[in-house]
């Protein structure tokens, strides 16, 4: 945070620059500059209202500790400040400098998938939650060429990958730990879905988990996710509706305790939010509003939550990333100001939020 500055009497000079040099798997790395003296204080506290404190020996010069149980999608507060002993009969006894801080979230990932070549890699949003950026790709994988649709979704505090082919393969994997982050596991056959679905989503409603179908004949499914011998599937289907066909993106999110679809149609802009309701096989999507009209080129609509408040990834066909919170409006939720956070190219065929 630039050069030292003087604390407590003006004699023990703070740390700084501190940083998170690396986050993988819920363990973070912290580095800063020290100056020495008997001991460093390392604070960190989360939104939550989580506070923990250690302290370290006093280096002179680069100093670093890691830490683990670092949540994803909590912001942080780190702090680190320099300890002097003035010996135990001195009043005070120790002195000791300001703290050197930064806020942080990270662990949000995005998945990105290009169905032209198989390239599957995984890219992190962290940093301070007013200035997100977006971090270098890692590889996950060389994929089949014809999943048209990856679909994140949560079974039994688990987190999975459906993949779906035009043909109605069906497959899914559990995301496991990488050396840098999440990445997938070996594969299970689901089942043979229909063909012809634009779109699939997950969503969870009264703690059970469900897949969304979207056909682009209007048609649209619900169906349960279930145990099954390899691995999480999914259950019967229902029907929900049969509305209009045009629908580019369709986006499940939370807001609050409930669930909702945002419904966005590229040819003009319109975005749609409706809630989620019981209906007589299961939860179906229930009368909704317009939200706005909103710009025609955005390619890909992802949710994701930071601090238990849900945010939109909206990606444009230039692949300029833009994160927008969810706000409650005059109908119910709505975006709020979209801020830009990076570009990830152009040619994916699938860019989702993974949990």
């Not at 301070?128 to 994988?141: E, H, R």
């Not at 966005?264 to 939010?273: C, F, I, K, T, W």
């Amino acid at each position: 945070m630039g050069a030292a500055s003087m604390g407590e009497f003006g004699k023990v000079p703070s740390p700084s620059g501190l940083s998170v040099t690396s986050y993988a798997n819920r363990t973070a790395t912290l580095s800063w500059k020290s100056y020495g003296y008997d001991k460093n204080i390392l604070r960190w506290d989360s939104e939550s209202g989580s506070s923990n404190q250690i302290d370290l020996p006093g280096v002179e010069g680069p100093a670093s500790h890691v830490l683990s149980d670092i949540n994803p999608g909590t912001t942080y507060s780190f702090m680190v400040k320099t300890g002097k002993s003035q010996g135990i009969a001195s009043i005070p006894p120790w002195i000791y400098s300001d703290w050197d801080s930064i806020r942080w979230v990270g662990g949000l990932y995005i998945l990105l998938y290009r169905a032209s070549t198989g390239q599957a890699f995984v890219r992190q949003i962290q940093g301070d939650p007013n200035a997100l950026s977006i971090g270098a790709p890692y590889v996950i994988g060389g994929w089949e060429t014809d999943w048209t649709q990856v679909i994140p979704f949560q079974f039994s505090q688990q987190h999975y990958l459906a993949y779906y082919s035009d043909n109605g393969r069906a497959f899914g994997a559990a995301l496991i730990a990488g050396d840098n982050g999440p990445r997938n596991g070996d594969s299970y056959p689901i089942s043979v879905w229909e063909s012809g679905y634009a779109q699939i989503a997950s969503f969870t409603y009264e703690g059970r988990p469900y897949f969304l179908y979207y056909k682009h004949n209007g048609q649209a499914f619900v169906s349960s996710i279930v145990a099954g011998g390899k691995g999480p599937l999914n259950g019967n289907g229902y029907v929900i509706g049969g509305g209009e066909g045009d629908w580019t993106q369709v986006t499940p999110f939370n807001f609050g305790s409930r669930t909702y679809l945002l419904l966005y149609r590229g040819r003009d802009g319109l975005a749609y939010v409706a809630p989620m309701v019981d209906g007589q096989y299961g939860p179906q999507n229930g009368d909704g509003a317009v939200i706005g009209g909103w710009e025609t080129d955005w390619a890909h609509i992802s949710s994701l939550e930071i601090d238990g408040r849900s945010s939109l990834l909206l990606v444009r066909a230039n692949g300029d990333v833009f994160l927008a919170p969810i706000v409650d409006g005059p109908k119910g939720p709505q975006n709020g100001q979209p801020v830009p956070i990076g570009n990830i190219g152009t040619g994916w065929t699938v860019v989702r939020c993974l949990g």
